[in-house]
T-cell receptor, first 111, second 113 residues
Framework: KQEVTQIPAALSVPEGENLVLNCSFTDSAIYNLQWFRQDPGKGLTSLLL?????REQTSGRLNASLDKSSGRSTLYIAASQPGDSATYLCAVPSNDYKLSFGAGTTVTVRA | EAQVTQNPRYLITVTGKKLTVTCSQNMNHEYMSWYRQDPGLGLRQIYYSMNVEVTDKGDVPEGYKVSRKEKRNFPLILESPSPNQTSLYFC????????????FGDGTRLSIL
């Protein structure tokens, strides 16, 4: 069974600092990995999707890396802003259409 | 606007009273699924559907039913709700399973008393 772990569970940084969020998974036979953002009381917004053949994906201030062999992905957010405060989730599909999520990292960016 | 729409957004009800949470997507997606989110347990998949009339169990299907009679709709049915089904529920869709991102609804918060 695929298990996804996110460390740390919570993170508080001053505005302008770079954020590093970690995601690890136990079964490296994945098709892709997706990073989501969740605001309180809201649904999930897809940030980045990395295919298994890719090593990284970038969108604006966000950069996600993927190392399948070690079962790890890292989401980097450059020059953090208070608007980046949210919970960030990573998720991987298994071979049989099931999506497994990490518990998330709750980020607070202090102004 | 491309979206996944869930209704209701909030519901408080009592044990044993059947309820249905609707989910509709306007993106012609084949793949749809339901998740529940609980503190400390994260998001867990309840059921998923690969296409019309094709559904299968996720990790926590007990106490739930689904149907996929039309491509755009994927309702979640609680025949006899119990307090342990109090949770935040999300519907999601994607074009297919492979390399497409998942799109999520805004969630439905259910409280079963």
């Amino acid at each position: 069974k695929q298990e996804v772990t996110q460390i740390p569970a919570a993170l508080s940084v001053p505005e302008g600092e770079n954020l590093v969020l970690n995601c690890s998974f136990t079964d490296s036979a994945i098709y892709n990995l997706q990073w989501f953002r969740q605001d309180p009381g809201k649904g999930l917004t897809s940030l980045l999707l990395i295919q298994s053949s890719q090593r990284e994906q970038t969108s604006g201030r966000l950069n996600a890396s993927l190392d399948k062999s070690s079962g790890r992905s890292t989401l980097y957010i450059a020059a953090s802003q208070p608007g980046d405060s949210a919970t960030y989730l990573c998720a991987v599909p298994s071979n049989d259409y099931k999506l497994s999520f990490g518990a998330g990292t709750t980020v607070t960016v202090r102004a | 606007e491309a979206q996944v729409t869930q209704n209701p957004r909030y519901l408080i009800t009592v044990t044993g009273k059947k309820l249905t949470v609707t989910c509709s997507q306007n993106m012609n997606h084949e793949y749809m699924s339901w998740y529940r989110q609980d503190p400390g347990l994260g998001l867990r998949q309840i059921y998923y559907s690969m296409n019309v009339e094709v559904t299968d169990k996720g990790d926590v299907p007990e106490g739930y039913k689904v149907s996929r009679k039309e491509k755009r709709n994927f309702p979640l049915i609680l025949e006899s709700p119990s307090p342990n089904q109090t949770s935040l529920y999300f519907c999601a869709s994607s074009l297919n399973r492979g390399n497409q991102p998942q799109h999520f609804g805004d969630g439905t918060r259910l409280s079963i008393l």
